[in-house]
């Protein structure tokens, strides 16, 4: 199993940008297809973003289309999630997941990290 940790997070103004970066551990990092979730207080959590494992096929929840870009370097176990003209609704914990077969069964979580945006 890969392991994944999240970086990047913080606050930021109503506009502004963030760029969030998950390492992978292990080498099998381009067998997963990579996604990132968030979680608001008192919320479920919501799918945001997904890549394949080639990252020639990139998924988005409707609310960050536009906005947000998923990317991956699998050279580097990394997958990036760009976010501009952020939003007070977009504040969450944001974790990156892996998984090896479809996104009904997430074989991996990293432990999130927190975006803030202030109106």
């Known amino acids: 199993q890969v392991q994944l940790v999240e970086s990047g997070g913080g606050l930021v103004q109503a506009g502004g940008s963030l760029r969030l970066s998950c390492a992978a551990s292990?080498?099998?990092?381009?067998?997963?297809?990579m996604g990132w979730f968030r979680q608001a207080p008192g919320k479920e959590r919501e799918f945001v973003a997904a890549i394949t494992r080639s990252g020639v096929s990139t998924n988005y929840a409707d609310s960050v289309k536009g906005r947000f870009t998923i990317s991956r370097a699998n050279a580097k176990n990394t997958v990036y999630l760009q976010m501009n003209s952020l939003k007070p609704e977009d504040t969450a914990v944001y974790h990156c997941?892996?998984?090896?077969?479809?996104?009904?069964?997430?074989?991996?979580w990293g432990q999130g990290t927190q975006v803030t945006v202030s109106s």
């Open positions: 292990g080498r099998t990092f381009s067998s997963y297809a």
């Open positions: 997941a892996a998984s090896g077969s479809s996104w009904s069964r997430v074989d991996s």
